[in-house]
Structures are given as C-alpha cells and as structure tokens.
C-alpha cells in the first residue's frame, strides 16, 4: 500500500488556489461573453442567475441585485446577450461561473429594446389610444411647465410666449431632465401640478440629445403619469426626429419645445388682424343694413306723391284716433256698468240693514247691562233700560210690565 508523500489538500484549498489564479489574471476580471440565455431564475432576493451557452458549451452566471436592477430590459430564455463580468468560482460546487455587471442585447442597443418592448406593452394596454386622448385648451390662461430651470427648453418656451402671447401664466415645477433620478421627478412633477387649481394645461419636455439623454421620457413611471394626469399634456421632448413614449402617451406631441407653444397658443399679430378683419366685416354689415333700410323708404316714397304724403300720414292718424275713442267707450261702457252693480248690490245692503227697521219706527231695547231685551220677563218693575231709536236714545224706567200669550 502506498502513502502520499506530498501535501495533502482539501477541496476548498485547490477551490481557492483556482480562485486565486483567476483573479490574478485581469482579462479574467472584465470580460464580455456572447451566448444564449437559459435557465433563467429571479427568487425573491432580487439576485438573477441564468445560464449562458452557444453550440458546444455553457456557463453559469449571476447578477447580484446591485448590477440586476440596472437592468434596462427583461431577460427571457432564448434571448441572445453579451454578459460583461469577472470570471469567479462557486464553492459550493467548485464550479466556474461568471459575476456578471451589465447585460445588453446581441446585435440591438439595450435601451432601443428596453424603448420597443415598453412600447409594445403599453400599446396593448391602451395607453395610446386616441379615444383617452384629451383636447388643448384653444386659449390656456395658465401654463404647468416641467423640466430643467436651467435646460435650452425653458428658455426656447418663454422666449415663444413672449413673442405670441403675454395674456397666460407660466408656472415652472423645476425637475432633473436626465439621470438616475430624473424619471422619478418628472413623474411627482406631474402628480403634484394635478393638485393645483386653475392649470389648463401641462408641458413636459426638454431639448435635444442622445437616446441616453432622453431615457427618462421612456420610463414607465413617467408613462403612466402622463396617462394618469387630468389635465391635458404635450410631450416637448428632443427634436422633431426624437421620439419617446411620453410622445405617444400624452395628448399632444410637439416635435420640438418651441412647436408646442406655437400649437397652444395663438398669435397676437394674428388676432389683431382677426379682430381687424371682424371690425371691417362689421362696419360693412351695418353700412349695407342702412342702405337697404334707406332703399325701402325712398321706395316707399316714389310710391306716393309727395301732395298726397301727408293726407296719408292724416289717415293713419285718423285710424289710431278712432282706435282710440273705440277703446275710451269700451272703457265708459264697462265702468258704467260695474257702478250699476254696485249701486243695486248698496241698495240691497241697505234694505237689510237694522237702522232702515229703526227708522220705520222701531226701536233696541237693552238692559241696564247692555243685553238686548226681547221678552217683558227678562225685566222687573222699576229697572232701568235703554232704548236705541232711528235717531237717538231714551233712558227709561220700567213701571209694570205686561207678558202677552
């Protein structure tokens, strides 16, 4: 039997003596490998670990989620990448595998197909469409603007009204237009101006520059604010050939900062000449009325001689004079009448009336206390009573008093 003469290793020494020449090696330490993905795992970590292959090999790799939430697009099995990474061994299976930092498509930019997949899944969710499309306002009092204080835009945007139309208001919510954090500003932007009153309408944009540059008008956040926003937007973003997914989910698109002011606001060189042309239009409306009122009389008149002209203004007088006593009569007649009424309606009154029976000779009998006496029993010998004739009263004494049956 025989016995080792050398040292003696565990598996992890030879692991780490592996690990130690790979790293000891910089080509080993950033390198970018083309291959297919496969296998591909996200657990709830938020670590990405899929395997990477061409005809004859494969390897593994792992994204940490450091460098996996930098991931400008989804990974999906069968997608064709380059991983940028270092090369490392996984103890647990002494196996070989690649630390990946970057990923980006094969033969595509990344950001273009970040750009083509968000546009197709915001497509079919209907974002897009034109029936959510809202309408400017024709004459916008006050204006939102979002984008850099300091940027070309803003510039370019003030420097149009300024020209166009002084009758609006501008009021700037100031965020990053590019960068790591730009997206997430632009999108609390919008969210905050939709809590003021009186805003007709809401620019988002910013000048010109690379698809890097502009990203953050392609982030979903930013997509789904616009869309969420009440009040109606215009996406100013780039130059006229730029195009981002704010473009086509706003309600408007301006091809550059500058083009959106001229679409919403109007021209006051042309609103004068508008109102010019309305006063002109005017003026020639009344002038042409007079003349045709004038036409008619002077028609009017070569109808009749002018000898005879005031015979027929004598007439005319004449019918509204008899109009007149016709209606004075009408009038007397039915007055008349009703004092008739009244007269019979007095004359009946006064046939009811008690003091027409007193002056036939009758007279109120009442008792010392005021109650009016209708039998002899109600007095006594001697009581006073009062009588009420047709003129007058009479105090008396009542001496016998007589019942009859």
């Known amino acids: 039997m025989m016995f080792p003469t050398g040292k003696i290793y565990k598996v992890h020494e030879i692991t780490q003596i592996l690990r130690g020449l790979l790293q000891s090696e910089p080509m080993l330490q950033d390198l970018w490998l083309e291959g297919e993905i496969s296998n591909f795992a996200s657990p709830a970590s938020g670590h990405v670990y899929f395997t990477l292959k061409d005809n004859s090999s494969q390897i593994q790799c ?5 460098a996996a939430s930098r991931l400008r697009f989804p990974l999906r099995d069968g997608d064709a990448v380059l991983v940028n990474g270092r090369l490392s061994i996984y103890d647990a299976r002494s196996q070989y595998q690649i630390i990946g930092k970057r990923v980006v498509p094969a033969g595509v930019g990344e950001l273009q197909l970040a750009f083509e997949r968000l546009k197709k899944q915001l497509a079919a969710e209907g974002l897009f469409d034109s029936i959510h499309k809202k309408p400017l ?6 204006i939102g603007l979002i984008t850099s204080a300091t940027g070309a835009a803003i510039h370019d945007i003030l420097r149009m009204l300024q020209k166009r139309y002084l009758a609006v208001e501008v009021l700037l919510f100031p965020t990053l237009v590019q960068g790591t954090d730009a997206a997430a500003e632009i999108a609390y932007a919008i969210a905050c101006m939709n809590r003021l ?3 007709d309408l809401l ?3 910013r000048g010109g520059g690379s698809i890097e540059d502009l990203w953050a008008f392609n982030e979903e956040i930013v997509a789904r604010a616009l869309f969420a926003s009440r009040i109606p937007t215009i996406s100013a973003v780039g130059h006229e050939t730029d195009l981002t997914i704010a473009d086509l989910v706003a309600d408007y698109r301006a091809p550059t900062p500058s083009a959106a002011v001229e679409h919403v606001v109007p021209d006051r060189e042309e609103l004068r000449q508008r109102l010019a042309v309305g006063k002109s239009n005017l003026v020639r409306g009344i002038a042409e009325r007079i003349d045709t009122v004038r036409t008619k009389l002077e028609n009017i008149q070569s109808r009749i001689p002018p000898a005879h002209r005031i015979d027929a203004i004598n007439r005319r007088r004449q019918v509204i004079d008899q109009l007149d006593i016709r209606g004075q009569r009408a009038a007397t007649q039915q007055l008349n009448g009703k004092q008739r009424a009244w007269q019979v309606a007095a004359a009946q009154l006064d046939t009811l009336s008690p003091l027409a029976t007193l002056a036939r000779g009758y007279s109120i009998c009442k008792d010392s206390s005021g109650k009016t006496v209708t039998d002899a029993a109600q007095v006594r010998a001697g009581e006073e009573i009062n009588l009420r004739l047709s003129r007058g009263q009479l105090a008396c004494r009542v001496l ?4 009859n049956v």
Do not use: E, N, R
């Open 62 to 66: 792992a994204l940490f989620s450091p």
């Open 137 to 142: 306002p024709k004459f916008p009092q006050k």
């Open 197 to 199: 009153p009186g805003i």
């Open 203 to 205: 620019i988002v944009g």
């Open 400 to 403: 016998k008093g007589k019942i």
